[in-house]
């Protein structure tokens, strides 16, 4: 299952996939969480040491070329050797789920892939390879943080994402453009979507106007977060765990419905509505 988390800056992307990640590991999935932002936060949000981060995919050239080549470009890369060395093992922000043996969290992170550059489209063949790979063959737990606005959606990092949170702030403006990513998306056939309304009040709604997700997930201001976000960069481990969670399971349900994350939906004890299941 592949999930994105789109919006624009400041909207809370990191945070949720970030969120979310832990959430399932904790319950014995393993999950890849790829940071497709060249802002490179859902490490640190994430618990890791800055010092921690893994080269980015995209500057390592040596396994770009070896993989993808130059010139004629094998399409069909052996890649399954490449997550492990790419990536590094992130910390659980908690305990496991009482009996559960904890899954493996990792991250993968993407770099400037399709800007300026001579191997640009090479590095996003092997993206697409690798992420392909972690879905297809490994079957595994794969949420992408992407960068902020909506030019990036077409890249090699939304290819076969099976559903999409678009992440927004309570306002006009950043609802126009979560609007605007949401119907792109669609273009692109990923109609299965949610809307994380972010630091939102219980009353707040989007204007009826708007083009957005049928599907609604409010988040409201953590205080927790807020308050400590000067002195640490994680989002995990924070006095409103359990609000987190049930949101976490709100989402997975809403996304997922049933048939993805049987056991992980019979793990949390998470009842799901016949509305939400999947067709
Ligand atoms: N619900 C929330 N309550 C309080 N602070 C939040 C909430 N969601 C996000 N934040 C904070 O807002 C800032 C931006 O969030 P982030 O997830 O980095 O956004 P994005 O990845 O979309 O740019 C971060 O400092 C994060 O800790
Ligand atoms: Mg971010």
New binding site residues.
């Given amino acids: 299952m592949k999930i994105a988390f789109a ?10 996939a970030a969120w979310l990640g832990d959430h399932l590991a904790r319950r014995g999935e393993s999950v890849w969480l790829v940071d497709a ?1 060249t ?1 490179l ?1 859902l490490g640190q ?1 994430s618990g890791l040491d800055p010092s921690a981060l893994p080269a980015p995919l995209a500057e390592r050239e040596d396994i770009i070329r070896s993989h993808i080549g130059q010139g004629y470009m094998s399409l069909n890369p052996d890649v399954s050797h490449l997550p492990e060395t790419l990536s590094v093992e992130l910390p659980l922000g908690g305990p496991a789920l009482p009996g559960v043996q904890p899954g493996q969290k990792r991250l993968l992170v993407m770099g400037a892939i399709g800007g300026e550059g001579g191997c640009a489209c090479a590095a996003n063949a092997l993206l697409k390879a690798v992420l392909a790979h972690l879905i297809l063959d490994r079957r595994e737990w794969v949420l992408v ?1 992407m960068e ?1 606005g909506v030019e990036h959606l077409g890249r090699g990092t939304v290819a076969d994402v099976d559903a999409l949170v678009v ?1 927004s702030e309570p306002s006009l403006r950043a609802l126009s453009t979560a609007s605007e990513i949401s119907r792109l998306a669609r273009g692109l056939g990923l109609s299965r979507q949610m809307l994380a309304l ?2 939102c009040d219980a009353q707040e709604a989007p204007p009826a106007h708007l083009d957005l997700p049928k599907h609604m997930l409010r ?5 927790g ?2 308050q400590r ?1 000067l002195s640490t960069g994680s ?1 995990l481990g924070l006095p409103e765990e359990a609000l987190v969670s049930a949101l976490c399971d709100e989402l997975l349900i809403c996304l997922c419905g049933h048939s993805n994350a049987p056991s992980l939906l019979q793990n949390a004890g998470v009842a799901v509505p016949a509305a939400h299941q999947s067709p």
Avoid: E, H, I, Y
């Avoid at 919006?7 to 949720?16: D, P, Q, V």
């Avoid at 988040?219 to 205080?223: A, C, F, N």
């Fill in positions: 919006g624009k800056g400041g909207a809370g992307k990191t945070s949720m932002d802002a936060s949000a943080d902020a992440v972010n630091r988040v409201p201001m953590l205080k977060l807020k976000q989002v």
